[in-house]
């Protein structure tokens, strides 16, 4: 059974930054994808950042330049660093993984930029 456990999330003002942690545990043999995904009030959720197991990044244009996803492999953890938080990166974060070519959501967490 895999599972991940997100922390990390807060309020912060407009401007600041936050620190997204994503763990994954269980029987872990091969990861695949890790990435983050985020959900506003009345909106579609859309991926934010993406790391690859051929270590490829990808992010959404609306984040480029502000927000880096990195990795810790050693302990199976993705990291969302979030620095000039915006008030439309309010949010729900969720992890989200492929792992052995299964697909995990992380309960998510809330992030909040006021202006």
């Known amino acids: 059974q895999v599972q991940l456990v997100e922390s990390g999330g807060g309020l912060v003002q407009a401007g600041g930054s936050l620190r997204l942690s994503c763990a994954a545990s269980?029987?872990?043999?091969?990861?695949?994808?890790m990435a983050w995904y985020r959900q506003a009030p009345g909106k579609q959720r859309e991926l934010v950042a993406s790391?690859?197991?051929?270590?490829?990044?990808n992010y959404a244009d609306s984040v480029k330049g502000r927000f880096t996803i990195s990795r810790d492999n050693a302990k199976n953890t993705v990291y969302l660093q979030m620095n000039r938080l915006k008030p439309e990166d309010t949010a729900v974060y969720y992890c989200?993984?492929?792992?052995?070519?299964?697909?995990?959501w992380g309960q998510g967490t809330q992030v909040t930029a006021s202006s």
């Open positions: 989200y993984a492929i792992i052995q070519l299964r697909h995990y």
């Open positions: 269980g029987s872990i043999f091969s990861i695949n994808v």
């Open positions: 790391w690859t197991s051929g270590g490829s990044t």
